[in-house]
């Protein structure tokens, strides 16, 4: 099976703690996602929300270098910059890294530090983590502003950067002001169905329709809280519900590796080769599976990447 995941704190993990994206004893680690057919991966730097200002941009920046380095020491890893990248990655078996940005504080409340984070190869940017920051407010600031002026001008420079904004975390005023400012599709990277699970962070049928008319993508996330129950059988309720409001080509999977806690018998990125067997047995079409599992996000950052020439 072919896995296309849109979203992981893995790198943040690594930085923090010292382990080695090649081999580790967390969720994600490089060994173990290679070993599926092809394999691209959205990796974010996670903000945590005591960070601002300054601080936050140096530690976002320390953790992208983090990344950076790995191209060097590790061929098989790779930094997405443009469609050709990902192509070259997904045909010779080499880890095709997307990175994001999880908190749009790591701008510092400058618009300038965007052209810095494109310019290190950073394609998505999560609006908010669950606070507030200088964009707008998170699903559980307890704050119902949409976006901030800073956060609207943020938006339309990311658009000219082809930066993706993602919608995960941000509150419903923020979400809706996100679809006035630009035009461009956007994302939920690791957001579930609210109609299944009602939690804060999981996405209304209306903002998942919204973000399919866009020709957008959302990722089915592992974490208990949102799902209401761990188990795949919980995953496909999501899932169908998804699929039930038309979402076969919009649909993907986020699992937030390395940034919720799984079930010891889950381990890590491994659990998606039996959660792709759990459907098989369900009958699910293969067709959709790989679409599901790949298809769909590669479709979409095929032509969401910009032609940003390659550093590599
Ligand atoms: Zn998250």
Redesign the pocket.
Known sequence: MRLFDM?C?TLYECSIGGYSLSENELQLDLTRGLAYNSWAQVF?V?MPDTLRGNAAWIQCRSILELAQKETILNPKFRIIYNEADLDFAIQNNVCAAVLAV?GGSALAGNLETLGLLASMGVKII?LT?NGSNELGHGCESLCNDGLTEFGKKAIKAMEKLNIIPDV??LNQAGFWDVMENTNNPIIAS?SVSAAICDHPRNLTDDQFKAIMKRGGVVGL?LCESHLGEQSFECLQKHLEHYLSLGGEHTVAFGC?FD?TDLPPEWGGIEVMEKIYEYFQRKNYEESLLDRLFFGNCYDFFHSALTSTASMV
């Open positions: 979203h704190d974010a996670w999880e999560t983590w995960s975390h690791h996330n937030d940034g």
